[in-house]
């Protein structure tokens, strides 16, 4: 049977997250987990047959079981360990995106989880402000409370004291990406803006801040960041972008 859908849908909100934690759970740890029962059910069928005087015996078995249960068990909590990490990512990209999806109402097209080769833009707002290039960083919070991020234009400090710029460097690298496709696929060149929102955490920027090119933010700040900032594009351009935009996510092939 033929579906009657000519082109795929748009991608949710951290639907790559989602199929990459089913991919966990259903390729690697199911597969795990039946190696560790089908070991404890040949272990306990050989230490039967001993115990019944039947000829097999459960040393072999047991060496061999002995040997690899730990193996699994360990690899099993590994799956875990990266399906929680998985989880905790999905769950606030899910959130900005529904922080984001109050932009409709002025006219903002909204795309999330764009694909491209091994990586994926978040979220993708076109709005009469602008472009936005959105990366989401869904960090757990320190035992004693602390959820504050120091932003200096350059490097954000975690309030554990933790230093990165790894979030800075990976949202400028995608947001040119998006502005190269968005050339490719109109024929114009248009600015983006790159930003990263940190769910749950209060962003203090520091008087260096006001010079990068980078917006740092809790994702429920972000709304009104986009509504107030001065227009840029026009309605023709907005639909325009958003028109490749969706043809170039309907049509990626991984």
Do not use: C
Not at 139 to 168: A, C, E
Not at 202 to 217: M, Q, Y
Not at 225 to 231: H, K, P, V, W
């Amino acid at each position: 049977m033929k579906s009657p859908l000519k082109d795929k849908p748009l991608n949710n909100p951290a639907e790559s997250l989602d199929q990459e934690i089913d991919k966990i759970i259903n390729d690697k740890a199911i597969q795990d987990l039946m190696m560790i029962v089908m070991l404890l059910v040949l272990t306990g069928w050989e230490w039967w047959t001993w115990f019944r005087e039947v000829p097999p015996h459960p040393i072999n078995i047991t060496i061999v079981a002995l040997v690899l249960i730990p193996i699994f068990v360990y690899r099993v909590f590994k799956h875990r360990k990266k399906v929680i990490k998985l989880k905790l990512g999905r769950d606030g990209e899910k959130a900005v995106g529904q922080y984001l999806e109050s932009l409709r109402e002025s006219s903002a097209k909204v795309f999330h989880d764009i694909p491209a080769k091994d990586f994926n833009i978040d979220h993708l707002v076109i709005a009469k402000s602008g472009i936005y290039v959105i990366e989401t960083k869904t960090y757990s919070k320190s035992d004693d409370g602390s959820h504050r991020i120091v932003f200096n234009g350059v490097n954000l400090t975690l309030g554990n004291g933790y230093k990165t710029d790894k979030p800075i460097i990976q949202v400028k690298s995608a947001s040119s990406w998006v502005k190269e496709l968005i050339k490719e696929t109109t024929g114009k060149t248009f600015s983006t803006k790159p930003v990263v929102v940190f769910p749950g955490w209060f962003i203090e920027p520091t008087s260096e801040a006001k010079s990068s090119d980078v917006w740092v933010l809790n994702p429920k700040g972000l709304p009104t960041f986009i509504a107030n900032s001065s227009e840029k594009l026009n309605e023709s351009d907005i639909n325009m972008i958003a028109y490749h935009i969706s043809r170039y996510v309907r049509t990626y092939k991984n």
